[in-house]
């Protein structure tokens, strides 16, 4: 043996190994306990194998293949086949056969015949010059294609019928699977004894027959062999659809067997064997060609929108939806959704807008096959979504993404077998739009869902929605685009923006009675009438002079009118105001509120305490027993989880919140009460006011909604024009705030290469909201010019270079470039305000920085936009200087904060020495996070430095993502690299701030520190032990923890598991893939 060879066979071993192991991770995901079914969701080597062997009989069937054929034995006709496009012989005879036979081919008398003629023609013109002849086989391809566009219009049509029937048809699960559940559904279910729990399965089976026996029928017309094939088909998708157990695929070999099969018990035409075979091996090349185009274009799954009927066993099981609302069945089967047209829906709050929503993704990812992004605007929203859509990604055989915090890679990763839904807040679908573009995989995304559209019009955080959507637009005209909202006004500059269809509907299936107070009186909101509202009625209550003092708006008489039978949400204008009102309610509620389910109740305070270590907020455990909560971004994330939990499920019955509760929420409440019609000191915006009372009557959950507003006499104007103006329009923000949006716009087209001369500019911008407002809007200025002010700043700090004056027609044409530092600041998402602050800052880290604990590099990263958030305490500062050790005081004065500065300003002496203001109160900020860093107990540092635990919270988390803004930052700046390994194990200790043992547990989407803890002490230790855990285990060892709880975190859990296993496989087969141009 000589060297080469060893080399191949210590390669062929090596790769033998590698698959072994390969095979053995994937058995291991495989053999994942399934939580209620079993799942054939999983990764599949047998199904790696099909697709070769697939690929191998792409173009024809072997010689060998054709020396068997006289085998008797259908057994014995599928082994081995190679190509048969090299044999010109066969296919000689094939011909002479064919023009033998044209005679019998011509009988109209003979159906069988008929159809066998047909086959042979076309056989005629198209097949027999297949050998080699990638024209013709485009050429069949697309014969194929027409016969089958006829089909699947056809089986549009049918399963439109089926669809409509299907919308009261979603049949029911067992009564056990309404476990997943929300605890407020099931006791809304309970109380109108739901006929939803009655079985019909039977009845689907045969319903979902349906649409397949049509397009059966309807195809009578077509060639008997293409018939058959399209049966075989068929029959696959009916044991898929109807028999969610058996839904794999036959392996190509059966499909050819039962072709044969088929054929063999058909009538025998009167045709040769030759002609026989060469129908066989037309079949099959059509076969192909057709599984080819099913692979790139909409595929009918099954009955339900094009989707397998589990979909609708996962839609009642977890979301107690048992049949469609009309407009959503007319929304979802609209013409332009069919042609994939880019769609704007709005609809009143509780509308049911996120189901459409949800099905048009899963068509997306399981009949296209195509990525899909869903934007939301918060990460708790997101977060919840993630742990929503595990389970149907785990059912359905797609993966579900968290782009949330500090979750998420750039570029995603790469999925070859399955894919992926990406759920994203506004700035994370940002930076992966960028990073897809940048890889050139925009493609990759097939369908974009904006939930809250409107949020477009919000601030900076509009512009960066407008820059993703427009980058999309521009760059990928296959992605398909769809927006959705309850206040848009504007409709038309966004259809214009987004080239959407529009589609609308008042429905709201719980009708929410609106109602504004001024003094003692109820009026009903009535646009007909002059005022805006008619009097309703007077409130009944009877308050001392005392009490009328303490309670002017007469708050105790409205919730007490509702609670705490039904549950109530209070708006207050500011979160100061949240916790007073909730503890002004207590005072002043009967005793006998104390006794509503106070073991429920005990229990809450408990797990409250136990997030806090021990400590408890006073406010809370003060309430908590009446079953009142305040609700603000004060709480910690693990607080508020729980306490939206605890509301949901009955056992606290009012919240006081402040507008963070208003926007995508699903919390029950029969009423709302608005304490004032300003937020802070604004007054309230109608899309503000429409999104609040929007909370109440949520369908599903309550079965009447009504709003209250309390105004005051001398804003009664205000309160008629709030309630009957229609909404605010939704204006581009690229401009706003000293158009930072527009500057950060141009660079990262620039750095993208997505448009680098003017000319090209100003031709992405005239496709931004901006460029199609700025036509009915903006008349002051060209928005020519309004570009080239923004290419100047950029140009003055040096972050792009080339010319881009419009002296001539050429010089419109001149490329702009962005340079290292441009390039490095768009990379890292920095802040354009700070970027030459930040690049300062680290050439000074690099002289002297101080590495024997984590301070000064913690500097480094505390998020300079929140300075201005804090004041400084400056005893505090002191006390807390001399408390930390002589290293770490090093760090106050290597950045520029003297101890004699913080003695003097501690003992309010005046300090004649200039220091930097800006870095003393952010260094203010650094010793915060570093004392979280080191005490990993935020309650405790929240008292020392006597800050609200929300708000170290959030600057934490600002910390972590801006570090990782800091990193990208440094890996563009070559002078940098001594930070890059720094800024990496930064990074990941700031986004979870917690002992390490738990960090893996916290990467299941939704599971904060105290869950994670809790689940930790009981033994479950890493990620596969979540995946692996039986939720019924978990709910009985885990305290606190319910049943939809438990199946949510291992579905979260699994899809996880499934997604890192997903990932190293792909990177397993991408090394070990034979390169294609290998010499
Ligand atoms: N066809 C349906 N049958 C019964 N309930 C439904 C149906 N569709 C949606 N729902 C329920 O209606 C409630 C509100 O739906 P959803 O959250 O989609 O509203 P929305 O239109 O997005 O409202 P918002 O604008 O406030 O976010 C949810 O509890 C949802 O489960
Ligand atoms: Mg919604």
Not at 184 to 200: G, W
């Amino acid at each position: 043996m000589d060297l080469d060879q060893a080399d191949e066979s210590e390669d062929d071993n090596q790769w033998a190994c590698i698959r072994k192991r390969v095979r053995e991770i994937k058995a291991s995901v495989e053999s994942l306990p399934p939580s209620k079914k079993t799942h054939d969701n999983h990764l599949s080597v047998p199904e790696i194998t099909l697709k070769k062997e697939e690929m191998q009989s792409a173009a024809s069937v072997t010689q060998d293949y054709m020396d068997q054929v006289d085998c008797d034995s259908q057994e014995d006709l599928f082994g081995d086949y190679d190509s048969f496009g090299d044999d010109s012989w066969l296919l000689a005879q094939f011909e002479d056969a064919e023009r033998k036979h044209s005679v019998c081919t011509s009988s109209p008398k003979n159906k069988e015949r008929q159809a066998t003629s047909f086959s042979l023609t076309f056989q005629n013109s198209d097949t027999l010059h297949l050998q080699n002849d990638e024209n013709k086989i485009h050429k069949l391809t697309e014969d194929v294609e027409s016969i089958k566009d006829s089909c699947r219009t056809r089986s549009n049509i049918a399963t439109e019928q089926f669809c409509s029937k299907t919308l009261s048809v979603l049949h029911a699960a067992n009564i056990d699977e309404l476990d997943e559940l929300p605890c407020s559904q099931l006791a809304h279910m309970e109380e109108f004894n739901s006929p939803l729990v009655k079985h019909e399965s039977k009845e689907l089976e045969t319903e979902a027959n349906l649409p397949l026996n049509c397009i059966v029928d309807d195809l009578s017309s077509i060639p008997s062999v293409l018939n058959k094939r399209i049966e075989n088909l068929n029959v696959q998708n009916q044991s898929r659809t109807t028999n969610p157990g058996t839904c794999k695929q036959l392996s190509l070999k059966d499909q050819m067997k039962n072709a044969m099969a088929e054929n063999a018990k058909s009538p025998s035409p009167q045709i040769s064997r030759s002609k026989l075979l060469k129908e066989i091996i037309l079949s099959e090349e059509i076969n192909v060609a057709v599984k080819t185009i099913e692979a790139t274009s909409d595929i009918d799954m099954g009955p339900f929108y094009g989707l397998p009927s589990k979909v609708t066993d996962l839609i009642f099981q977890f979301k107690g939806i048992k049949e469609l609302y009309e407009w959503q069945h007319t929304c979802l089967t609209l013409k332009s959704v069919q042609e994939r047209k880019n769609l704007i829906y709005s609809l009143p709050t509780s509308g049911g807008k996120t189901l459409v929503a949800e099905i048009l993704i899963m068509q997306e990812l399981l009949c296209r096959k195509r990525d899909a992004l869903f934007i939301l605007p918060y990460v708790a929203i997101v977060q919840e979504k993630v742990r929503d859509l595990s389970a149907f990604g785990i059912e359905c055989n797609f993966l579900v993404e968290e782009y949330a915090g500090s979750k998420g890679r750039f570029p995603p990763i790469k999925r070859r077998k399955k894919n992926s839904l990406l759920i994203a807040t506004i700035e994370k679908a940002h930076s992966l739009v960028n990073s897809l573009i940048e890889t050139e995989r925009i493609n990759s995304l097939g369908l974009v869902v904006v939930d809250e559209l409107h949020m477009l019009g919000e601030g900076s955080r509009g512009a960066v929605l407008e820059m993703a959507l427009s980058k999309i637009l521009y760059t990928c005209k296959t992605t398909q685009i769809i927006g959705m909202s309850a206040t848009l006004s504007n409709v038309t500059d966004l259809q214009q923006f987004l080239k959407a269809e529009h589609y609308t509907s008042n429905f709201r299936p719980i009708q929410l009675k609106e109602y504004v107070k001024i003094r003692d009186s109820i009026y009903k909101v009535d646009n007909k009438s002059e005022d805006s509202f008619t009097f309703a009625r007077l409130l009944n209550y009877k308050y001392s002079s005392e009490m009328e003092k303490i309670d002017p708006d007469h708050l105790i008489a409205l919730v007490t009118e509702v609670i705490p039978k039904h549950s109530c949400l209070l708006f207050c204008p500011t979160k100061k105001n949240c916790e007073n009102v909730s503890k002004m309610l207590c005072k002043y509620l009967s005793k006998s509120f104390l006794s509503v389910k106070e073991k429920e109740k005990c229990a809450l305070i408990e797990e409250l305490k136990n997030i806090g270590n021990g400590m408890i907020c006073p406010v809370l455990r003060g309430t908590v027993p009446y079953g009142l909560a305040y609700h603000h971004s004060g709480l910690t994330n693990d607080e508020r989880k729980v306490i939206e939990q605890a509301y949901s499920a009955g056992i606290l019955c009012l919240l006081t919140c402040t507008s963070t509760l208003a926007a995508g929420v699903n919390l029950p409440a029969r009423r709302v009460i608005l304490r004032s019609p300003y937020v802070a000191r604004d007054f309230l915006k109608r899309n503000q006011y429409k999104q609040m009372v929007g909370r109440a009557g949520r369908a599903g959950i309550d079965t009447e909604g009504e709003s209250i507003l309390i105004t005051q006499e001398q804003d009664k104007k205000l309160v008629a024009d709030l309630i009957s103006r229609p909404m605010e329009c939704c204006y581009s923000n690229l401009i706003q705030g000293s158009e930072k949006g527009i500057k950060d716009l141009l660079l990262s087209l620039i750095g993208l290469k997505v448009a680098q001369t003017l000319d090209k500019i100003v031709e992405f911008m005239e496709g931004t909201l901006l460029g199609v407002q700025w036509q009915h809007h903006f008349k002051e200025k060209s928005l020519f010019e309004v570009i080239e002010q923004a290419l100047q700043p950029l140009m003055e700090k040096s972050l792009i270079k080339g010319r881009r004056s419009r002296s001539s027609e050429d010089e419109m044409c001149c490329q702009l470039e962005v340079t290292k530092l441009g390039l490095a600041t768009y990379k890292g998402s920095i802040d354009l305000a700070y970027c030459d602050t930040l690049n300062m800052d680290l050439k000074k880290g690099l002289e002297g920085l101080v590495l024997d604990n984590y301070f000064h590099l913690i500097y480094l990263v505390t998020p300079y936009d929140m300075v201005s958030q804090c004041t400084p305490d400056w005893m505090i500062y002191f006390t807390q200087f001399h408390q930390l050790d002589l290293i770490e005081q090093n760090v106050f004065a290597t950045v520029g904060v003297p101890e004699s500065f913080l003695t003097k300003k501690a003992s309010g002496q005046a300090v004649k020495k200039a220091v930097n203001g800006f870095v003393i109160r952010r260094f203010y900020l650094s010793l915060v996070l570093y004392l979280l860093f080191k005490e990993m107990n935020m309650w405790a540092v929240a008292q020392k430095f006597n800050l609200p635990r929300g708000f170290m919270q959030n600057l934490l988390s600002s910390a972590a993502a801006f570090s990782s803004s800091v990193l990208h930052f440094c890996e563009e700046l070559e002078e940098f690299w001594a930070y890059r390994a720094l800024f990496t194990d930064l990074t990941q200790k700031l986004s979870y701030c917690v002992k390490p043992e738990l960090i893996p547990l916290m990467e299941v989407s939704g599971v904060l520190e105290a869950r994670a803890r809790q689940l930790y002490n009981a033994g479950y230790k890493s990620l596969s032990y979540l995946a692996n855990a039986s939720p019924e285990t978990l709910v009985k060892s885990i305290e606190h923890m319910s049943r939809r709880q438990a199946n949510q975190i291992v579905s979260s859990a699994k899809m996880l598991l499934n997604e890192k296993a997903e990932a190293l496989l792909e990177e397993v087969e991408e090394l070990m893939r034979l390169p294609t141009d290998l010499p």
